[in-house]
Structures are given as structure tokens and as C-alpha cells.
């Protein structure tokens, strides 16, 4: 990222006595696809609603090609912006929509006709200008609200959550299209969602927000591979957190005891953690190899539950301090053949894809 | 087991055949009453109108043939749409502001228009001509600001109807006005400025459309109401404003000219109902009444 094209430097918001974002830093690459993902209330709508201009910072700076953003109210901003509801005027037909921003820019008829007309091309919905957005379905609507957002050939373009009025299939499909679009105008866009399948499906990056802050910035297999904090492991991908004992910390290593009967070293270790310190370790359940034979290496665990989930089988097994670690295997794999409940197997992992998280 | 199970289903489906309470018939006391002291004396007024004082049509020429009677007629519209237009110019920014304000706030401002409304209206018009007279408070208080030398005629005239005649419509066009602005998503308004709209653009392209079933139910009530009005411009207005009510009430009181009165109370009558026609046509029974 030689030039930053979108920088948000130190953005703060403050309601009262609750900070909703805490300094919050970014930089976006032109053309880059980048999205807020976080559980809701940890700012990453208020952080693009400040990008929008519906809210101003506590303090902060947001430069849009090296000049402050802030300055400039929401309709000068020409930024585009897809909602989570339908926002599509409802007394204008699709095509009308889609002329509005031109319309208030007086662009000439011809162009503003030709400029529909293209954009109804990219959303795929040539032959629906002269439907009421009432006459559409969500999904349609949602492409129509696209459409009039890259009406103008904004800079940037904020999608908050979109998708989320949507059902799964239809969610899936508009997500394509997204990417397609994307691909297609290389406009930068900025995306807000809670769904982390969302995000790793259609971003270059993902910004994890937890608690009014970003956890981590990274592609989505630099955030599951390499998880920051414990939030980010929980959040992206499915984890098991076992509690464990801190042998010796160095170098971003650990050596650690867990259940009293096992140790490993040369786990990758986030945060600090002192020797003899209590910590967290953090299990993919696609990770973990599952063992009928005792093993000096393998951690003794109970089978409590078996899930059929058709190309998959989720093992759920208890260590003997009673936490609950689950176990992944493709369906017919031979470790899970005639395998029951209570059954004792024994479990393996490598420790470089474990993570250890201080406390 | 299974034929007593069918029994009680059976007595269960029984009463859906009884009469229910619903049943026109029940309706007839009412109508009767309305009937007796409603429909016939209007009916019987109307009558008279073409009765006297010699059958035919002669009332209706003279109401038609006479300039004085058309100024009349010509008048009452005038007020009539003034006061539509100065009450929806007031009314649209107090339902707006309503319908944004917290929630709390608001009902005190709708506790304030219904407490108006619920005030009797000779009390709240007297109040008015107490108000608006050369030595009453505002002029007085004009004066004494120097803003004006000598006190405004602000009563018996055509601002003094327009003032009295707004203050008493104006719940009618807040109330429906609100109803429909509620139902605009905020976030509609958001995306019009990220658009690109201007404040100006965004009222005139955006909000004014959306709001215009709200306007035009509440402009057309205000209208129609105002067309039969009489307390208000009978003791705010002047003579050289008279409106169609006071006119009636001229032929039946002073002249004690019914067949006129009813003539006049006739047209005011067509007029009205062809009025309401247009709009139940554009916007049905269920926007009459507001939200």
C-alpha cells in the first residue's frame, strides 16, 4: 500500500459516558474490498456512519485522498451507500431510483438516460425500470439500491449488513453478485456485517470489531490462521478454548500443561503470559487427529455426542476436567467407525496450528 | 370415544349459524333517530326551496343570476382555500416536527392540540377577536416595539377569518399529516443526502411526495370544513367577506326567506358531498380519521 487512499486516523465516538469506538485506525487500499465484521455494538456501524457522515467524531480524522472528509456534509460527500433496510424511494419507479443522484447533480438527460440504462446492465435488471420498488423483491430491491449507489461513480461505497433482511439461498446469490460488481467497477468498498461466511466470501480484508475497537486487520486466512486474540479465534471459525497452565513463554512460543497430563511446546502464544500463568488454548476442531489406541502424545478424552452433518461428522468429547472439545472428521472416515458414546479415544494436534492465548 | 369426540366437535361448529350481532336490523333504532331529526329537516328545508315561494326553480336562478350571491359563493372558496393553504404552510413543519421530536415532548405537544381542539369553539374564537382587536395584545404589542405607529386591522376582515378559521383547522391536518411522515423510514431521508440531495432536494424530491396522501386527506377535511363554517368568520370577518353559512343564516333569520335559505344550504350541501366523493375515491374511509 504505497499511498493510502482512504485513511482513518484515531476515530473516536463518544455517547455521553459510553465510547462506542475507540480509536479507531485504518488504511484502505484503493480498489480494495474491505469489511467491519463484529457482533453488533462493537462499532462497526458507527464507524461507517461516520464515513457517511450521519455522525461526527468525538475526535478523529477520516482523509479521503490525502483531504479530510469531515468537513464536507453527507450530500457533498459523493459517497455511495447500500442500507440493511430497503431504501429505495417508493414513489419513484427503478429507473427513476437510479437517475435520482444524477438528477440532483443536473447531469444532461442523455447521459443520465445512458447512465441508467448501464447500471440496470450491471445489476442485471435491464427491463425493470418502470417497476415500483413495492412491485420488487428484497433481493431485486437491493440491487436497484446498488445500482443507484454506483450511479455517480462514487470514490467509496458503504454496504451496512446489506444482506441481512435477506433469506440464506437469495443471500448467497446476491453475495456473487457483489463480488462480480466489485471485480467489475473496482470501486473501494467498505462492508459491514456480523457474518464471518459473509466476510471471508467476499473481502480482500476483514477489520474484526469487538467492544468499539478493531481486534485485527487481515485476509481471512491471515485472521484464522493466525488469530491476534481470543475474540478473533472464537469469531472467525469454529474454536474450543481448553484452560492450561503456562510452562515457559519465548520468542512468541509457549510451553504449556493441560489436565494435569500433557504438555506441549512450541505453541504459538498471543498476549503475555508469564511461567506458572493460567491461559487459554485454542483447538480447530478440523485440526485435531482422533486416535482408538493410547498414545504418549494424545490427550485422553470421552465421546459425549456424535452429529451426522453429511459430509462431516462432529465428535463432541470431554477431557477429564470436563471441558468439552469438539473433533471434526469427513464422513466415513475409518477413526469413526462404530464409534459410541462414552467410548475413550485419545486426541493429537500439531502445535503449530494451536494458539495460546495469555489471561 | 370417537363418537362422543365427534359430538362435541358438532356442537362446537353449531353457533356459527346464529345470528350474529352484527345483524342490520339492530342498526334501525339509530337510523331511525337519525332519520327523524336528521334527514327530514334537512330534507324538508331543501324542499322549501323549491316550494316557495312559488314551486320551481326560481331560488336557484336568483342565487345564480346575482352578483352579490356569487361574490358569496366565490368568497367562501377563497377563505376557504387561504385557510387550506396558510394551515398545511403550519401544519406540515409542526407534523414533521412531530413526528421526530422524543416521544415524550410529542405527546405533550398532542396533549396541547387535543386540549385546543376539545375547547369550545365560541370560547376559543371570542379569545381570538380579544386578541386580534386594535387595542389588543398584539397590536399593543406591535406598538410598543415600534414595529407599527397604529394599531393593524387585524379583526372583521378577511385576516381575522384566516387567523381564527387556521388556528381551529390545524389539528385536522397535523393529525393525518403525522400519521403518514411516522411511516417514513429515517433512513430513506439518509440515503437521499448520500445521493447527493441537498435540504431543499431532499424536502421537495423526497418528503413532500411521500408525504402527500397525509397533505391531501387533511387539505381536503380543512377544506370541506371550512365551506360551511360560520361561528368563526361570523364574529372574526366582516361584511364585506361574508361566507355561504352566513348567508343561510341570513335568509332563515334576519329575511326570514326559507326557500332561499334552503337553496343556498343546498348548494353548499352538493358541493360538500361532491367534495367528500373525491375523497373517499382517492384515499378511502380508513385515511379520514389520521394515522
Excluded at chain 1, 123 to 131: A, H, K, S, T, Y
Amino acid at each position: 500500500m504505497s499511498k493510502p487512499f482512504l485513511q482513518i486516523r484515531g476515530i473516536r465516538k463518544e455517547y455521553g459516558p459510553v465510547t462506542a469506538v475507540h480509536d479507531v485506525n485504518l488504511d484502505v487500499a484503493q480498489g480494495e474490498f474491505l469489511t467491519f465484521l463484529g457482533p453488533s455494538g462493537s462499532g462497526k456501524s458507527t464507524t461507517l456512519y461516520i464515513l457517511a457522515g450521519f455522525e461526527n467524531p468525538t475526535r478523529g480524522e477520516i482523509l479521503l485522498n490525502g483531504e479530510t472528509l469531515l468537513a464536507t456534509p453527507s450530500h457533498k460527500r459523493n459517497i455511495g451507500m447500500v442500507f440493511q433496510r430497503y431504501t429505495l424511494f417508493p414513489h419513484l419507479s427503478v429507473g427513476e431510483n437510479i437517475a435520482f443522484p444524477l438528477k440532483v447533480r443536473r447531469r444532461p438527460k442523455a447521459e443520465i438516460d445512458a447512465r441508467v440504462r448501464a447500471m440496470l446492465k450491471l445489476v442485471r435488471l435491464e427491463g425493470f425500470e418502470d417497476r415500483k420498488p413495492a412491485q420488487m423483491s428484497g433481493g431485486q430491491q437491493q440491487r436497484v439500491a446498488l445500482a443507484r449507489a454506483l450511479a455517480y461513480d462514487p470514490p467509496v461505497l458503504l454496504m451496512d449488513e446489506p444482506l441481512s433482511a435477506l433469506d440464506k439461498k437469495l443471500r448467497e446469490e446476491i453475495q456473487h453478485e457483489i463480488r462480480r460488481i466489485h471485480q467489475q467497477t473496482e470501486v473501494t468498498i467498505l462492508y459491514v456485517t456480523h457474518d464471518q461466511e459473509e466476510a471471508l466470501r467476499l473481502s480482500d480484508r476483514i477489520a474484526v470489531f469487538s467492544k468499539g475497537a478493531i481486534d485485527q486487520i487481515g485476509t481471512g486466512p491471515e485472521l484464522y490462521a493466525n488469530p491476534a486474540t481470543r475474540f478473533v479465534a472464537e469469531f472467525i471459525g469454529d474454536s474450543d478454548f481448553l484452560p492450561c497452565n503456562v510452562v515457559s513463554a519465548a520468542n512468541g512460543r509457549a510451553e504449556i500443561a493441560i489436565c494435569d497430563s500433557m504438555t506441549v511446546s512450541h505453541v504459538p502464544l498471543h498476549g503475555a503470559a508469564s511461567s506458572g500463568a493460567k491461559a487459554a488454548l485454542m483447538l480447530r476442531p478440523e485440526r485435531l487427529l482422533l486416535s482408538r489406541t493410547q498414545s504418549e502424545a494424545g490427550l485422553p478424552v470421552t465421546v459425549s455426542d456424535i452429529t451426522f452433518l453429511g459430509n462431516n461428522v462432529h465428535v463432541t468429547t470431554k477431557t477429564s476436567k470436563g471441558n468439552d472439545l469438539s473433533v471434526r472428521l469427513p464422513f466415513g472416515h475409518e477413526a469413526i467407525s462404530g464409534l459410541n458414546r462414552g467410548d475413550a479415544v485419545w486426541l493429537r494436534f500439531d502445535a503449530a496450528a494451536a494458539h495460546v492465548f495469555g489471561q | 370415544m370417537v363418537a362422543q369426540t365427534e359430538t362435541e366437535s358438532a356442537k362446537h361448529y353449531a353457533p356459527v349459524r346464529a345470528r350474529r350481532p352484527t345483524d342490520f336490523d339492530l342498526t334501525l333504532p339509530a337510523l331511525g333517530l337519525l332519520a327523524l331529526f336528521f334527514v327530514l329537516p334537512v330534507a324538508m328545508l331543501l324542499t322549501r326551496s323549491v316550494t316557495e315561494p312559488v314551486p320551481g326553480l326560481g331560488n336557484y336562478a336568483e342565487l345564480m343570476g346575482s352578483s352579490t350571491y356569487l361574490r358569496v359563493f366565490a368568497n367562501t372558496f377563497m377563505v376557504s382555500g387561504l385557510v387550506t393553504f396558510v394551515s398545511l404552510l403550519i401544519g406540515f413543519p409542526v407534523a414533521w416536527a412531530l413526528a421526530i421530536m422524543p416521544s415524550r415532548l410529542a405527546s405533550v405537544v398532542f396533549a396541547i392540540l387535543l386540549l385546543s381542539m376539545w375547547t369550545n369553539l365560541l370560547a376559543r374564537t371570542y379569545a381570538w377577536m380579544v386578541l386580534l382587536q386594535r387595542t389588543g395584545v398584539i397590536n399593543k404589542m406591535l406598538i410598543g416595539v415600534g414595529l407599527v405607529d397604529k394599531p393593524l386591522p387585524l379583526v372583521n376582515n378577511l385576516t381575522g377569518v384566516t387567523i381564527g378559521m387556521t388556528y381551529i383547522m390545524l389539528p385536522f391536518i397535523i393529525l393525518p399529516l403525522y400519521g403518514v411522515i411516522r411511516k417514513i423510514d429515517p433512513a430513506i431521508l439518509q440515503a437521499a443526502a448520500l445521493c447527493g440531495a441537498n435540504r431543499w432536494q431532499s424536502l421537495v424530491l423526497v418528503l413532500l411526495p411521500l408525504a402527500m396522501p397525509g397533505m391531501a386527506a387533511g387539505a381536503l377535511m380543512v377544506f370541506v370544513m371550512s365551506l360551511g363554517y360560520f361561528v368563526t368568520p361570523a364574529l372574526l370577518g366582516g361584511t364585506a367577506n361574508m361566507m355561504l353559512a352566513e348567508l343561510i343564516a341570513q335568509f332563515v333569520q334576519s329575511l326570514v326567506n326559507w326557500g332561499m335559505g334552503g337553496a343556498a344550504a343546498l348548494v353548499l350541501l352538493v358541493v360538500t358531498l361532491a367534495l367528500y366523493a373525491v375523497q373517499l375515491r382517492f384515499f378511502g374511509t380508513d385515511r379520514l380519521g389520521g394515522s
